[in-house]
């Protein structure tokens, strides 16, 4: 009998224990792979970025190397190391070590092959330790930069990069090619112009290296025709050179500018056309633009038939010259909290509604060949100076004085805002209302308290001016805090100026001038669409008005908005944020009472360097009699006051004492030195420079008044060298300009001894003495 067997049917569902805890573990092996690469990946990308930004900071200071703009700047570089500390979290957390080292070769023709040179600074040797001889500036120096970085997993990681720098700015556009003789200097195409320091009004800043930075006249572009002509932007030029000879200088740099004042509309934006952000000072240059992530805002308004006219360059203005609320980077008006644009209603600013005409201006530079807008000016320091008023064709530039101490003054607030700044977040803060005050004493920035003008036919010139100095974005600000330096004022300026973009710029045609009050004097302030016919300026002219009181004080005045609108002329501010920047001049009415029978005239000594000290004063003596003093008050020393009992009348001046000893330079040359063992060559190196005496020999090479100029007597270059001047005739009030010449400079031999300090005469002391100069 067969046996059956019956078997239950069941349906297999879900997973057995076993088989969870075999996928557990499974899943936890690759989550743990996952997880390592991940870790792996973020330490890579760390490492990466790392790496990239190390790279930056090599070719950042091999660029920085490169960045000198004469030959003296290219003899100075010199091995050495600095710190980068990611102060404002743009390095990813980490803190970077720099060291360059440099080796220098020069071209030796009888080999013809470059050798190393044992001094890495200074000018070429005439040969090396063996005598074979070095062509001059015929060479070229190799930069090994190291960046070093801790990882993080605390090992050091570094980063190389190796290049040769030539003895000719790269600025130059081109290679050098130089004749092997030793005489040769590169040739090189070069961008020569007059030196604009020729130019009256232009003053230069010096930035180091032998170069300096200055902006040309604002020249007006006006369009219309006769009677209905208007300026519809100002043009200059931001120029950075080096002078070659004492009429030309070789252009390193060009910033060429344009600012327009516009009206605009947001009804008339093109969306299809793409808005830009703004150009802004990098560190090196001005950076190109990015797009905007946004359509264009606004476009230009329509213009009316009877409008005025509007500068081409306004559709680039209306388009781009806005910061939306969240935008990110630079800004074009970074000092605002927010880009409200504003309409004049009933003379006030209002903020504008959607198809509104509202006020705009624009700063445009020329980046890579095509004018952007560019982020927003802002004038610093604006100030009255002395002009000449000399009766020359220049009357209405500064005097020699003034622009000096203007150029120290500059330099001053630039040392404390930035050269000298140690927190980074400053560097965009102008100083205080009493900082600069102390500075304007320090410098006689105010001189002279008042000018004397005459009640009737009589004029004076008035010069004002700006300094303007750009907002500084992250990358600029961390450019210059790498660039500091030890040393001198001179060299600390050196290492950081070239960096900042500043510039000062004659505003006396721009600003707006005017009595304080009353009608007792009168300044002229006519429209700038005038000044294409003028050979003076069309403002700043002070004259006496209707009937001035003698003896009265009376105060001229001027003012300017302290960004674009100021120099595109408006006659409003644009926003409620700008500044109305003034300042004034006293003139005193009839210049006081002369004695009876008697009066006073003035002297100026003019193209003259006056010492510190008013004991190094030229002096006079004059026939008839008069007592002729230096006017502390007036700026000092010109012009003179000369006050006697007789005008009218011819008058012999004689000038005096007007060679000079200059002992305040120093020379690091060596020089042979006499002593118990003899004859010595010492080379004082840069601690130990000693003094050197030049002897400064002038002549009287003008005088106005028609002056007849007599002979040097007793001799010429003697310290006590006089020169008389006859004057058929001399009124009271009449001024009288001297003008001298240098003829020649003379440094007096220097004597040198030493005395033994050890028995071997090892270690010497050594006595340095200059000589005087003819008495």
């Known amino acids: 009998m067969a046996m059956s067997t019956n078997r239950m049917k069941r349906n297999s569902r879900g997973f057995s ?453 750009d907002y500084l974005e992250p990358e600029a600000r961390d450019k210059i805090a790498t660039s500091k330096c030890t040393g001198t004022t001179a060299q600390q300026r050196s290492c950081v100026l070239k960096y900042v973009p500043f510039t000062s710029i004659n505003l006396s045609e721009l600003s707006r001038w005017s009595p304080t009050s009353g009608t007792q004097i009168v300044v002229t302030n006519a429209d700038f669409a005038s000044s294409e016919t003028q050979t003076d300026p069309v403002r700043g002219k002070v004259t006496p008005g209707s009937n001035p009181t003698n003896n009265s004080n009376q105060t001229a005045y001027s003012s300017i908005f302290n960004s674009n609108s100021g120099i595109a002329l408006l006659s409003s501010a644009i926003d409620p944020d700008e500044t109305d920047l003034q300042d004034t001049q006293v003139f005193a009415i009839g210049g006081g009472t002369p004695p009876v029978g008697g009066g006073t005239y003035t002297v100026n000594v003019n193209n003259y360097s006056f010492g510190l000290s008013a004991s190094t004063y030229p002096n006079f003596v004059a026939n008839p009699a008069a007592t002729c003093n230096y006017n502390p008050a007036n700026g000092g020393p010109n012009p003179f006051t000369c006050t006697t009992a007789t005008v009218g009348v011819g008058v012999v001046l004689t000038i005096r004492s007007y060679n000079t000893s200059d002992t305040t330079r120093t020379s690091h040359d060596p020089i042979t030195c006499s002593g118990p063992n003899g004859n010595v060559s010492y080379d004082p190196g840069v601690r130990d420079a000693y003094q050197v005496t030049y002897c400064k020999n002038y002549r009287v090479d003008l005088a106005s008044q028609s002056g007849v100029i007599g002979l040097p007597l007793p001799s010429d270059g003697a310290l006590s060298e006089s020169t008389s001047i006859t004057f058929p005739l001399i009124a009271d009030g009449n001024t009288i300009n001297i003008g001298m010449f240098l003829q020649n400079e003379t440094k007096t031999a220097n004597t040198c001894t030493y005395v033994c300090k050890t028995s071997n005469c090892n270690q010497k002391t050594y006595t340095i003495t200059s000589a005087s100069c003819p008495p």
């Open 17 to 469: 224990m076993i088989e969870v805890m075999i996928s557990v573990v499974v899943l936890g092996f690759g989550l743990m792979a996952l997880a390592a690469l991940q870790t792996s990946l973020i330490r890579s990308s760390a490492e990466t970025k790392a790496q990239t930004v190390a790279l930056q900071l090599a070719k950042d200071k091999l660029e920085d190397l490169r960045s000198f703009g004469t030959l003296a700047g290219y003899q100075a570089v010199t091995t050495g190391t600095d710190t980068v500390n990611d102060s404002n979290g743009n390095l990813g957390g980490v803190n970077y070590s720099r060291a360059w080292t440099v080796t220098r070769f020069g071209y030796q023709p009888s080999t013809s092959a470059f050798a190393a040179i044992a001094t890495l600074t200074g000018p070429t040797p005439a040969a090396n330790a063996s005598g074979v001889a070095f062509t001059a500036n015929n060479e070229y120096k190799r930069v090994a930069i190291t960046v070093s970085w801790t990882d993080a997993n605390g090992a050091t990681q570094s980063i190389g990069l190796e290049d040769a720098i030539g003895a000719v700015s790269p600025g130059d556009g081109s290679k050098v090619v130089l004749n092997n003789t030793a005489t040769s200097e590169p040739r090189y195409p070069r961008v020569l112009i007059n030196d604009p320091s020729l130019t009256e009004g232009v003053i230069p800043i010096a930035v180091g290296d032998g170069s300096e930075t200055a902006a040309t006249n604002p020249k007006p572009e006006i369009v219309g025709n006769k009677n209905n002509q208007h300026v519809v932007e100002t043009r200059f030029d931001v120029l950075t050179y080096a002078a070659i000879t004492d009429t030309t200088a070789q252009v390193q740099s060009r910033v060429e500018t344009v600012v327009v004042g516009c009206t605009c509309n947001a009804g008339n934006a093109v969306s299809t056309d793409t808005a830009y952000r703004p150009s802004y000072w990098n560190g090196f240059r001005y950076s190109v633009p990015r797009p905007a992530s946004y359509a264009p805002p606004a476009g230009p308004a329509t213009i009316g038939n009877n409008d005025p006219p509007q500068s081409t360059y306004c559709t680039t203005c209306c388009r781009d010259h806005h910061d939306p609320s969240g935008v990110e980077g630079a800004k074009f008006d970074p000092r605002r909290a927010s880009h409200v644009h504003y309409k004049i209603a009933n003379g006030a600013l209002v903020a504008a509604g959607t198809n509104d005409n509202y006020l705009e201006s624009c700063r445009l530079i020329r980046v890579d060949g095509i004018f952007r807008v560019a982020a927003d000016m802002n004038n610093d320091y604006f100030n009255l100076l002395e002009a000449r008023n000399d009766g020359t064709t220049g009357a209405f530039a500064p005097t020699t004085t003034a622009i000096a101490n203007y150029q120290n003054l500059v330099l001053d607030y630039l040392d404390s805002r930035i050269v000298n700044q140690g927190n980074q977040a400053s560097y965009n803060t102008p100083l205080t209302a009493s900082a600069v005050s102390g500075l304007e004493t320090a410098r006689d920035i105010n001189a002279p308290a008042s000018i004397g003008i005459q009640r009737s036919n009589d004029f004076k010139w008035l010069h004002s001016r700006g300094l303007f100095i």
